[in-house]
């Protein structure tokens, strides 16, 4: 199955914008979208984006998904304290019929 | 309102088996894939299987093939079974509705499970 990469961690200032990138996934975008999640200490995890870059319902539009190429990207704008969680992505690999996620990023906001 | 409700949580031996359900409500239970994901203390989310809730038997990620098992019933639950535990079975286990295509939309709150002598 593919693998997915993602930066263990970044950083950025409160009101500020900061891009978590994903690589491997597929330049086709019919056949790996990509999702992603975000995650707090001892919380469930929330989806975010699907399909690449559509927003569930209630998802504040701060958060907005990307792909080109290979890569996939999660920007956040204008950052806030309570942002601080660690994000994945995820696509299905229909090679080996597994959902695949990402190692997390964990989002720091200084 | 869409709702996913796991039970509680487990503590186990080395060896033992651990059964986990997944009681669903607020929309037509077959029409959704349900999967399984794990956090392990420390890790990142791990995807486990899943299931079509309209066959009665899920499939496994490769490498848990030989110890997973995932089905479902006519009472809008799903179960996981997974069997040698390990050590490193020690997480915290979510069972997850797809929202589109294989994206996990809707969470349960997550089973604790402790693997330990």
């Known amino acids: 199955q593919f693998a997915l990469t993602q930066p263990p961690s970044v950083s950025e200032a409160p009101g500020q914008t900061v891009t978590i990138s994903c690589s491997g996934a597929?330049?086709?975008?019919?056949?790996?979208?990509v999702s992603w999640y975000q995650h707090f200490p001892g919380g469930t995890p929330k989806l975010l984006i699907h399909?690449?870059?559509e927003w569930p319902s209630g998802v504040s539009r701060r958060f907005s998904g990307s792909k080109s190429g290979t890569s996939a990207s999660l920007a956040i704008r204008d950052l806030r304290p309570d942002d601080e969680a660690t994000y994945y992505c995820?696509?299905?690999?229909?090679?080996?019929?597994?959902?695949?996620f990402g190692g997390g990023t964990k989002l720091t906001v200084l | 309102q869409v709702l996913l409700v796991q039970s509680g949580p487990e503590v186990k031996r080395p060896g033992a088996s651990v059964k986990i359900s997944c009681t669903t409500s607020?929309?037509?239970?077959?029409?959704?894939?349900i999967h399984w994901v794990r956090q392990a203390p420390g890790q990142g989310l791990e995807w486990l299987g899943m299931?079509?809730?309209?066959?009665?038997?899920g499939d496994s990620a490769q490498r848990f093939e030989e110890r997973l098992i995932i089905t479902g019933d006519t009472s809008n639950t799903v179960y996981m079974e997974l069997t040698s535990l390990r050590s490193d079975d020690t997480a915290t286990y979510y069972c997850?509705?797809?929202?589109?295509?294989?994206?996990?939309?809707?969470w349960g709150q997550g089973t604790l499970v402790t693997v330990s002598s």
């Open positions: 997850a509705r797809d929202l589109s295509y294989m994206t996990a939309g809707f």
């Open positions: 607020g929309y037509r239970f077959v029409d959704y894939m």
């Open positions: 299931i079509n809730p309209g066959v009665p038997r």
């Open positions: 597929t330049s086709n975008p019919g056949e790996k979208f």
């Open positions: 399909r690449d870059n």
């Open positions: 995820a696509a299905w690999d229909a090679s080996v019929r597994a959902l695949v």
